[in-house]
């Protein structure tokens, strides 16, 4: 059999140069967030989640576990743990501050809207009551991540998951094996017996932060061996007809079940697929995803460095910003959609200013990035040459 064109390859390879497929898939995830997040969209109907056991919020947990290894991994190795640690609660503290931000300003958004249109119950759509009922209690369990309305789950997730970063971090350079199994041990007693957090007045967490550690521990985990050892994520051609296989058959079933509430096979199917607790088929059918993805795509493939990859590589730079704006427009999709009286007319207005509107958040920041690091780099070249100029006057 010839030989393929790419060798296995994980989605952080044991390389210097960039690799454009995390920013990627993590802006491509972005979208069909925003996507998903706008109800009765017609657009959803042809996202991941129709079409596999698993959705955009794994694909955006898993990676976020290996941006977190790039990120901090090394700075462990230089600086020591605390420093590292301190790293880590900087970015702790701002995300924890963007989600209360975009709690409030979802709050305020649909609260605006309950108070002047009426196509909807826009406030208990979002399970907003609590706060309309007792306004302080609420606020106190929102500032603890006890209270989350609908379609802001991902960020007190991911403070959770940042939270334990550090320990985490130092697990898997020490041992990636035990940091795994251990990870892995959590995940199974969370998913056998059902435990839960508490969110609000008898609302549980959407995304049980027991369970979903486990793709974060993943993401660092291949992260560190396509680092370390990459030939140990080279698992051949089997493995890859494996994969392809179980992605098949996942869209499959998938695609027909995704429709069906109430048989007896649709219950079947939703007790397996459970996203509450990530059931294993999640967990599976992500792995395989990723492993064809990193298969049949490099680091820098020439496709990635097209202008319409370049949206995506902005918006996946710039995660935090995009998914609070994606949110927000998300809710403002829908009272536009629910209030309208052409649907479809709505619809592609939505998906259209929506999509647009965050590719153009995501250009602009990156704009702002590049400005920064060339006035950055004229100061520091502008340094060494004073440094350079005192020395030759000295000499």
Sequence with gaps: MAKMAYAPQSLSPATRERDFRLDFCRGLALIIIFIDHVPDNPLSNWTLRNFAFCDAAEIFVLISGM?????????????????????????????????????????????????????????NWLNLNWLIEDPRRAIESALILSYLPRLVDILPLYVILLGLAPALLYLVKCDYRLSLLLSAMVYAVTWAWGLNLRAGRERQWYLDPFAWQFLYTLGMVICHLSRTAPGKLQLGRFWLAAAIGFSVFACL?????????????????????????????????????VYVFGYFVSPQAPWLKTRLAQLFLACGRHSLPVYILGVVLSCAGYVVMAESSSRTLANWTVNLVGMATLFLLGLMLDSRSRRIRATTAHVLSSHDKFLTHLEKRRI
């Design 67 to 123: 941006a977190s290894y790039l990120a901090y991994g090394a700075r462990l190795e230089r600086e020591g743990f605390a420093a590292c640690t301190k790293v880590i609660g900087k970015r702790w503290l701002n995300v924890y501050v963007a989600h209360l931000m975009l709690f409030f300003l979802v709050a305020s958004l649909m609260l605006t809207a309950s108070h002047h249109l009426h196509a909807v119950d826009y406030i």
């Design 253 to 289: 079933v998938a695609a027909p079940l995704n429709g069906i509430h109430a048989s007896a096979s649709a219950s079947f199917y939703l007790g397996l697929t459970d996203k509450t607790f990530l059931a294993p088929l999640r967990v599976v059918n992500l792995l395989a995803l």
